[in-house]
């Protein structure tokens, strides 16, 4: 008796605990307040290139203003437990966490990156010891926000296509295509990582990456024909994931022939297979800038959403403005917007921009169509 009596108080300790746990998630918004600040200072007039909201956005230093807001999870300490897991879970899907975190009891908090906006999660919030673990809260709560952008230890400008407005009111869907730096930079003439272990785990098992072009130059990778040891066969997130590379010259200037051809080809092909995207140059800024800005446009981007996007860049580079409004040599992105209105056909701009890829870069009505169809919805 006496065995099943502690028994049963000990169930209704637990009970009461798991009770008390008083979760509070704050989730206002993943956007921080400097992107949430210009997306709402930002629906430009697109007849009129001759202004820019932007320049008073650009941070002073790098790394600050394009990362997301957390959603944060907050929980009564409790003494019997040594630590808390955290599970969240797609609601639209169900088919398994899309994060797990384990932190110290003591710490009171969790925060959680990445997450979707538009899209509602739940969780569950279990106490661990030594030996067991016991449920002590679950629930629900939305995802407010207009754009993803994604926090990757040390890898900069990273976002998803999703979240982008079509010229018929649709949006272009989250989870499939990425943009983003490099996973690595030179150093002392040698390649090095940029990307940290966690940032490994972001990008394989939050994003799910299966392919990484690389639109760097083969001097940028110190490729050389004489030392083939040098050259890069594989993708810093694993050798599973898919890696190429492909060149795009002259920081991408649209006048330029005959260099998007291949990586759209190739970015459509692994959508297709089920692959999800990460594309980067060096910054992320102007080849994928441009890459990314003609991908967009393809898929039906309405001119406003492709303009702010390709400043958007400028939250991540402190002190220096990707702007869609003024000169920046090969990829200027205002003369490229005049050059495709004024010598392609079209009811649109995005029939401009398509009927330009078509010609110019031998891009295909089929990858149009096919990259509509997975990325529109």
Known sequence: MDRIRIIS?????????????????????????????????????TADYSYTNMSKYVPERSGICDK???????????????????????????????????????????????????????????????????????????VKGR???????????????????????RMLRYG????????DHIRGGERSPIITPDGIEVFRNMLHIGAEIDLRSRKELLLTDDNPDNDMNNSMLGPDVEYYHLNIPDFGGVKSSHIYGKPIAQIVDCLRRGKNVYLHCAAGADRAG????????MAGVSENDLARDYEITSLAHGGSARHARNALGAYNYAPAVDYLKTNFQGRTFAEKVQNYLMLKHDVTREQIETLQRILVE
Do not use: H
């Open 9 to 45: 108080v000990l169930s209704a300790l637990l009970l009461s605990v798991a009770a008390s746990a008083q979760c509070v998630v704050d989730v206002s918004t993943v956007e921080n307040d400097v992107l949430a600040q210009y997306l709402d200072d930002s629906e430009y007039d």
């Open 290 to 297: 441009m890459l990314s800005f003609l991908l967009a446009a």
């Open 147 to 169: 754009r993803r952008m994604i926090r990757a230890p040390y890898v900069t400008n990273i976002r998803d296509f999703g979240g982008l407005r079509t010229e018929d009111g």
């Open 176 to 183: 499939r295509l990425y943009r983003g730096a490099a996973l």
């Open 68 to 142: 997301p807001r957390p959603v944060v999870f907050r929980w009564d300490n409790s003494p019997l437990w040594k630590e808390v897991r955290l599970e969240i879970y797609d609601m639209s899907s169900m088919n398994g966490p899309v994060a797990l975190y384990t932190v110290p009891t003591s710490t009171g908090a969790c925060y959680v990156y990445n997450l979707i906006p538009g899209r509602s999660y739940g969780y569950l919030l279990l106490g661990k010891n030594f030996s067991s673990s016991f449920p002590l809260e679950e629930g629900a709560f939305f």
